[in-house]
């Protein structure tokens, strides 16, 4: 009997560790804590240590945001660099650090994810290769096997919620035909989507030197694959589970391991998702989506300690206590640049900006303005909070905007005209005349020539060899008006000496 016992106690203890190696947990049972302590460099969640740690140099390092005049106060925080960035305008609302190179850890197969999902059908099936044992024995993983397949979507729900190491290699040479291949595509979606200072060289977030990012890149990048309406509803999903496969038998149940998104003391009301990230050398790594009130967010850390969690609440508490989500109108609008209050008074400005919209404080102290630039028939709206650009928009200029435009241009030119053809400073015999400015009136004949003069300038740079074939083609007309005027007249002359002859 007491060995029957003994060998029941052996089974279930296999069968445990066998469940921690997978790092699977059936979602009705304790959920782990992703931040369970590593002893090796692992691509997940550092440990929430109860003790209070010492407070780091960098929690008193420079809030950019802070410096903008008028703009809330921010709060400090522990890790090094952060930022909170809207997801509909990109405008930032906080700025600790955001253009500083810091390492992603897991947070890198957000890019890796959004790349599989422009490139692949979910329901493609991917047999993975030895690629799958190229990563540290001890990082995360689900425990795929050579020869295992998955299809795509199982595949991004291992990488987004189990931050799975060996399906983001095994997904990005599948779709890169090598791992180096993707890294390339990786590298240039960044480019695309305006990052300066990021560079990638795996797909998973294993530590390299030569691996990094920003929290403005992170953020720029986060805010792109939020766009997709599958990205979305993977980040957000608390489990899922991947059925048995053609290689192993048993389910495989997969906890989202952002904690601000499930049920806890961490829990963050309006969390829409996001990804977690750890290595030794990285720190805890955060990308948080969040929701209230028609503002939608996205926060990045990046380095963290212990305290990234409550880093990210204090900066998503501050982004919608602090401001207000403002649809742009012409009645918000205080007076801005001459084209864009022109376009007001002829009643055109609220057309162009019914679609725009930006996140202001609550008791903003700063006039909010408009600067408009016609370029290529397009139509560009900057909007300002002070001397501070909040967000801008880019639209098909309507035919009515570009015929005001031209108007207005043309105005411009005409009061400039006025303005340089005033003489600085006139003479005359009377000791009290002092300066003289004479304006000319445009519809004198002064004023057409000069109107014409600045017409002229404005045309294209064609428009001096076409004078010069002007100018020829009306020499050569002088030209042969005077021959033809010549030879009239020794007409005349032959025939008056004819005349002569005769009589």
């Not at 369970?36 to 420079?62: H, I, R, V």
């Not at 991947?242 to 290689?247: G, L, S």
């Not at 906890?255 to 601000?260: A, I, Q, S």
Request: with cysteine.
């Amino acid at each position: 009997m007491k060995t029957k016992k003994k060998k029941a106690c052996q089974a279930l203890l296999l069968t445990a560790a066998l469940v921690m190696n997978l790092q699977t947990v059936h979602p009705l049972a304790a959920a782990p804590d992703p931040g369970a302590a590593q002893t090796t460099q692992e691509n997940n969640e550092a440990p929430a240590e109860n003790q209070e740690p010492a407070m780091p140099e960098s929690y008193e390092w420079e809030i950019q945001s802070n410096s903008i005049p008028g703009w809330p106060q921010g709060p400090k925080i522990i890790c090094e660099t952060g930022i909170v960035m809207d997801l509909d305008t990109g405008e930032i609302l906080y700025a600790k650090g955001i253009d500083e190179k810091r390492a992603p850890a897991s947070i890198t197969k957000i890019m890796t994810a959004m790349l599989a999902i422009e490139k692949v059908p979910l329901d493609t099936k991917i047999t993975f290769t030895d690629e799958v044992n190229n990563i540290e024995p001890d990082s995360t993983h689900i425990g795929i096997k050579p020869g295992e397949t998955l299809t795509m979507e199982e595949s991004l729900y291992a990488i987004l919620l189990g931050s799975a190491n060996e399906v983001s290699s095994g997904v990005a040479e599948y779709i890169g035909g090598t791992v180096q291949g993707f890294v390339d595509m990786m590298n240039e979606k960044a480019k695309e989507l305006g990052c300066e200072n990021t560079h990638f060289v795996n797909a998973n977030g294993l530590y390299d030197d030569n691996h990094y990012t920003t929290a403005r890149d992170m953020a720029l990048i986060a805010k792109a694959a939020f766009q997709n309406e599958t990205f979305r509803n993977i980040i957000k999903t608390p489990y899922y589970i991947i059925p048995p496969t053609n290689i192993t038998p048993e389910e495989r149940w997969i906890n989202n391991h952002h904690r601000m998104l499930t049920e806890g003391g961490i829990h963050y009301e309006g969390c829409l998702g996001g990804k977690t990230g750890y290595t030794v050398k990285a720190g805890n790594t955060l990308v948080t989506y969040a929701e209230r009130n028609s503002m939608r967010l996205v926060c990045v850390v990046l380095k963290g300690t212990t305290e990234y969690y409550t880093d990210t609440k204090n900066l998503l508490d501050y982004g919608f206590n602090n401001f207000q989500k403002l649809t742009l109108s012409s009645d918000v609008l205080a007076q801005s640049d001459s084209l864009a209050s022109y376009l007001k008074e002829q009643g055109l400005l609220d057309a162009a900006v019914e679609t725009s919209s930006a996140d202001v404080p609550v008791d903003p102290s700063q006039d909010i303005t408009c600067r408009a630039e016609i370029e290529n028939n397009m139509l560009n709206l900057d909007f300002y909070y002070g001397d501070t650009l909040l967000s801008s928009s880019s639209q098909e200029a309507s035919k009515e905007i570009l015929a005001a435009a031209q108007t207005y241009e043309l105005q411009q030119r005409q009061g400039q005209q006025a303005q340089d053809s005033q003489p600085a400073s006139a003479e005359t015999d009377e000791k009290d005349s002092g300066n003289t400015s004479i304006s000319v009136d445009p519809n004198s004949l002064d004023g057409f020539f000069q109107e014409a003069l600045f017409v002229f300038q404005g045309l294209p740079n064609w428009k001096y060899p076409a004078l010069g074939l002007l100018a020829g083609a009306f020499i050569f007309y002088i030209v042969l008006l005077i021959i033809k005027i010549r030879r009239a007249l020794r007409s005349r002359k032959r025939k008056k000496s004819r005349k002569k002859k005769k009589k």
